[in-house]
């Protein structure tokens, strides 16, 4: 079956570091990727998406590329905010079906000043 | 506009009582989906609905779990004869399309304690 794999956290960082949040997964074919952040005492919100192979997600200075040579989806922010701070979760979509997630287990980041 | 609304947003149940979690999806969305997240997990996908349709229930976890969609827009997920292990936030989410990757739109969620 499908499976999504991210690190542990909590993740600690000090403001403008540099974030990397590991995530691999387990599909047939050729899923559709995810990143969701939930942030404190909020519902969960899609962060970013690449839908094929080479695709780079993008969105409020997190990145992310679709690399099925490794079945990886690694989440990259080049600098940090206080304001990151949240749980990052890791999901993926079997293709041509309805958006029925698989997550990963998330990631707690928490960014100092 | 209105995202989507899910009550109540705590629930505390005793073991054995039956409860009934409501999600209000954003208007017009024809998906809706049901998800249980367990503390310090990821979602676990329960049930999806394609308007008044139950199309996916693989995921609920016993015949004691029950989700309806009757006019295609409120759902309502009930547990009946609730368990320790029936604790967890119990999240909906809708999507404005039929298939395909449209992200779907999550509610905050309802609390659910069984003591």
């Known amino acids: 079956g499908n499976s999504v794999t991210q690190m542990e956290g909590p993740v600690t960082l000090s403001e403008e570091a540099f974030l990397t949040i590991n995530c691999t997964y387990t599909a047939t074919g050729y899923p559709s990727l995810f990143w969701y952040v939930q942030y404190p005492g909020e519902g969960l919100q899609l962060l970013l998406k690449a839908t094929k192979a080479d695709d780079k997600g993008s969105n409020k200075g997190f990145e992310a590329t679709y690399r099925k040579e490794t079945t990886s989806f690694h989440l990259e922010k080049g600098s940090v905010q206080v304001s990151d701070s949240a749980v990052y979760f890791c999901?993926?979509?079997?293709?041509?079906?309805?958006?029925?997630?698989?997550f990963g287990t998330g990631t707690r980041l928490q960014v100092t000043l | 506009g209105a995202g989507v609304s899910q009550s109540p947003r705590y629930k505390v149940a005793k073991r054995g009582q039956d409860v009934a979690l409501r999600c209000d999806p954003i208007?017009?969305?024809?998906?809706l989906f049901w998800y249980q997240q367990a503390l310090g997990q990821g979602p676990e996908f329960l049930t999806y609905f394609q308007n008044e349709a139950q199309l996916d229930k693989s995921g609920l976890p016993s015949d004691r779990f029950f989700a309806e969609r009757p006019e295609g827009s409120v759902s309502t997920l009930k547990i009946q004869r609730t368990q320790q292990e029936d604790s967890a936030v119990y999240l909906c989410?809708?999507?404005?399309?039929?298939?395909?990757?449209?992200?779907?739109?999550f509610g905050n969620g309802t609390r659910l304690t069984v003591t």
């Open positions: 989410a809708s999507s404005p399309r039929r298939v395909g990757n449209s992200p779907l739109h």
């Open positions: 208007s017009g969305h024809v998906s």
């Open positions: 999901a993926l979509t079997p293709t041509g079906t309805a958006s029925k997630l698989t």
